[in-house]
Nanobody, 122 residues
Framework: QVQLVESGGGLVRPGGSLRLSCAAS????????MAWYRQAPGSEREFVAR???????KYTESVKDRFTISRDNAANTVLLQMNNLKPEDTAVYYC????????????????WGQGTQVTVSS
């Protein structure tokens, strides 16, 4: 019913930048919060950044002043601009959307993207 498609991951050197993108499609009535999470090997998935439908943002402390989350409501897309990347940022990054689904009672429902690898290494 709802799919999230991510892109933008890759290999960068410390201090470099990447921009992640995630577009939601399907039977969408509305989307509330959209967010990014990440998971390093052997670690739990952790929160990175969140943006509300009115563009109120929240970040985990380790990425403040380096990452910027934004969204295009018309395109049902969330972006994560990552600057001054550090090796500790290496992880699989996942997007999440809280979606009100058309013709479904209840919600919102959480949907996750497939994940995209970000590797920061010299």
């Amino acid at each position: 019913q709802v799919q999230l498609v991510e892109s933008g991951g890759g290999l960068v050197r410390p201090g470099g930048s990447l921009r992640l993108s995630c577009a939601a499609s399907g039977s969408i009535f509305a989307i509330n919060d959209m967010a990014w999470y990440r998971q390093a090997p052997g670690s739990e998935r952790e929160f990175v950044a969140r943006i509300s439908r009115t563009r109120i943002t929240k970040y985990t402390e380790s990425v403040k002043d380096r990452f910027t989350i934004s969204r295009d409501n018309a395109a049902n897309t969330v972006l994560l601009q990552m600057n001054n990347l550090k090796p500790e940022d290496t992880a699989v990054y996942y997007c999440k959307a809280d979606v009100w689904v058309k013709s479904m009672e209840g919600g919102p429902w959480d949907f996750w993207g497939q994940g995209t690898q970000v590797t920061v290494s010299s």
